[in-house]
Every structure is written in structure tokens, then in C-alpha cells.
């Protein structure tokens, strides 16, 4: 699945400067990068500083569980949430709004 636009734009930008770069809004699966910035879709985890969206938080949490990780698991999306708000409101009460980019 190709990342949105603005992430594509901000990785390239990261891979020229070498410097993190703001996330803006956008939120995506740091799994199989999922684009849920406009999406409702509730559930997900933060595990270490990587998102999980509904799509692979019940996997993750499963190995947790089985592996002895589960302090790792930063956050749970509350119940009522979307993943996107659950994802932004962390970010700005961690105050990490920038993306480390890691080379594919
Ligand atoms: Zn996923």
C-alpha cells in the first residue's frame, strides 16, 4: 500500500536533509502503513514509539502477551476513539510530532 502523499513528500525531504520531519496529521499503520488519517476506524496500540492500527494491534498484542512485551505497549486506543485521534492526541501529549525515518 503506497503512504499518503504528504508522508511520501516528508520522507523524501527527510531522506535529502537527513533530519526527522513533521508528521503533520497524517496517521498511518507503522505496520503495513495503512492510511487512517481520515478514517474512523477504532482501536490500536502504541508499541515502543511505533503506532499499530486496528489492523495489526490485535497481532502485536497477542505476541506482547506471549513474548513478555507488554511494557512496550505505550497506549490503547480508549474505547469511542478512532485510531487517527487516539495516534495525534499522543503525539501531542508526547510532544513527538516528527517522524524518524528509517531507510527501506
Ligand atoms: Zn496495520
Same mark, same amino acid.
Given at each position: 500500500m503506497?503512504?499518503?502523499?504528504?508522508?511520501? !513528500?516528508?520522507?523524501k525531504r527527510a531522506?535529502?536533509?537527513?533530519?526527522p520531519v513533521e508528521a503533520g496529521r497524517s %496517521? %498511518?499503520? !507503522?505496520?503495513c502503513t495503512k492510511d487512517y488519517t481520515d478514517l474512523p476506524d477504532?482501536?490500536?496500540? %502504541?508499541?515502543?514509539? +511505533?503506532?499499530?492500527?486496528?489492523?495489526?494491534a490485535p497481532r502485536m498484542l497477542a505476541d506482547a502477551r506471549k513474548f513478555g512485551e507488554m511494557k512496550?505497549? +505505550?497506549a490503547q486506543c480508549p474505547a469511542g476513539t478512532?485510531?487517527? !485521534?487516539f495516534i495525534r492526541?499522543?503525539?501531542q501529549q508526547h510532544s513527538?510530532?516528527? %517522524?524518524r525515518i528509517r531507510k527501506r
Open positions: 503506497p503512504l499518503p502523499k504528504e508522508l511520501e !513528500d516528508a520522507w531522506e535529502e536533509t537527513g533530519q %496517521v %498511518v499503520c !507503522d505496520s477504532e482501536g490500536g496500540i %502504541v508499541f515502543g514509539s +511505533s503506532g499499530y492500527g486496528p489492523c495489526c512496550y505497549v +505505550s478512532s485510531y487517527a !485521534d492526541t499522543y503525539r513527538s510530532t516528527t %517522524v
